[in-house]
């Protein structure tokens, strides 16, 4: 039986759990889409913790929700619509926290930018601080140009779904993900010298 | 778009080559158990909303109702109903009488005087008549046992006001003990006014007069005659003079 489920789309395995409540079939999504979401999640917020929750609760949504699937639509960008609507949600609120938590030293209405030593190459030693260091710049992006560059450069999504996904247009996403580039680049502009 | 692509490589192959974040070993396990969880949240949830629903469940908490409902009415009807004091009528008071004409008053009492007078001279017509003195004495006795009824009234009536205002002003009232002495106190000092109205009150007869009624001879007239002449002609010159 799950031999067969295995062999199924993402589409027929939420059929299947739709219909015939095969919660077998829902395991299988789970384990197919929870490291690619994490990885989307991630890049996004930045915080692990966070974002293993988050992915949690997007599969809870898909659980809970099942009936509000529709089989029109592709079972990757629903999932991933509903991740990133959470991931939004997350990344705002952690941002209002901030703010607050700064602004209790402070004046009041002002945001810090605050100085990353990690920048300078003679810091640079492996790739795994190399990766925190893109993650970071990633971070320094605008939040609808990140999105749209994590979905099309590290997901490797096409402008299609990027669309369907951001309930946006495909010009709008293309011009979203170059100017997101373009910030990471300048962003990055240290490391690529080097 | 391949411009695009070309111009931003570096940064499209940086993004590519980041190592995959890949989610925790326990995830699936945390997942099946925070499903399972709410699972029972919401069984629990429905469960309570059946149970209250079955018949077997239901008898208890109508029993209750109607308990509550009983009481309810028994607490209704032992409770006293609150008037509302602007809606409720002044008590009439049956000792005070308004009085709007006072001379008919007046004379509705000398008329219940006359009556009884004629009364108590019906019933003395029998009797043998007493002397002058007693009738006079008997008279005054009775003339001040009026008065004193109803000076007795009016301070009895007096004392009430000054009962009353004892109490809201805080002043000593009149006791009894010293109610009599006040009437016996009073009676001296009646106003001339309550005097004439007790006067009137009662027709005095010549006889009833304290003269002295003497016979007199028709010398006896003469002389009286002759000196009250002479004391008008002495008057006359005086008044003229003036």
């Known amino acids: 039986m799950n031999k067969n489920l295995r062999e199924l789309s993402d589409e027929e395995l939420i059929l299947e759990f739709q219909k015939n409540n095969v919660e077998a079939a829902f395991e299988i999504l789970v384990q197919r889409y929870k490291n690619p979401l994490t990885n989307f999640v991630f890049r996004f917020l930045g915080d692990y913790t966070a974002c293993s929750d988050i992915v949690q609760e997007t599969m809870i949504k898909v659980f809970r929700y099942k009936d509000s699937y529709s089989s029109v639509a592709k079972f990757s960008t629903w999932v991933y619509t509903i991740a990133g609507n959470l991931a939004r949600t997350e990344y705002r609120r952690q941002r209002r926290r901030n703010i607050f938590s700064i602004s209790d030293f402070g004046e009041e209405h002002k945001t810090y930018d605050l100085p990353d030593e990690n920048y300078r190459p003679d810091v640079i030693a492996d790739s795994g601080i190399k990766d925190e260091i893109i993650q970071k710049a990633l971070l320094k992006v605008k939040e609808s140009y990140r999105e749209a560059v994590i979905l099309r450069d590290i997901q490797g999504m096409s402008y299609e779904e990027i669309s369907e996904i951001l309930g946006v247009n495909e010009g709008t996403v293309k011009s979203r993900i170059n100017r997101g580039r373009a910030q990471l680049q300048e962003l990055l502009k240290d490391i690529y010298n080097e | ?242």
């Open chain 2, 1 to 242: 778009m391949e411009n695009d692509e070309k111009k931003y490589e570096k940064v499209i192959n940086t993004l590519k080559n980041l190592k995959e974040v890949k989610a925790p070993e326990n995830f699936e396990a945390d997942l099946r158990r925070r499903i399972n969880s709410e699972k029972f949240s919401k069984e629990e949830r429905k469960g309570f909303w059946q149970n209250i629903f079955v018949p077997a469940r239901l008898i208890p908490s109508l029993g209750l109702i109607a308990a509550a409902v009983v009481v309810f009415y028994v607490v209704e009807t032992n409770s006293e109903d609150m008037d509302n004091p602007f809606l409720i009528e002044p008590r009439v008071r049956t000792d005070l009488i308004a009085v709007t004409d006072y001379k008919q008053l007046k004379e509705e009492h000398q008329n219940e005087l006359k009556k009884s007078e004629s009364l108590e001279k019906e019933k003395n017509v029998p009797e043998p008549k007493p002397n002058q003195s007693e009738l006079k004495s008997s008279r005054d006795e009775r003339t001040k046992g009026r008065e004193k009824d109803e000076i007795s009234d009016k301070l009895t009536s007096e004392q009430d006001f000054a009962k009353v205002q004892g109490k809201t002003e805080g002043t000593v009232s009149v006791s009894e003990s010293t109610f009599a002495a006040i009437i016996d106190s009073v009676q001296l000092t009646v106003p001339s006014e309550a005097s004439s109205d007790l006067v009137a009150g009662q027709r005095i007869t010549k006889e009833e007069l304290n003269f002295r009624q003497v016979q007199l001879s028709e010398k006896e007239q003469k002389v009286v005659n002759e000196l009250k002449n002479q004391v008008q002609n002495s008057e006359r010159p005086a008044k003229y003079q003036k």
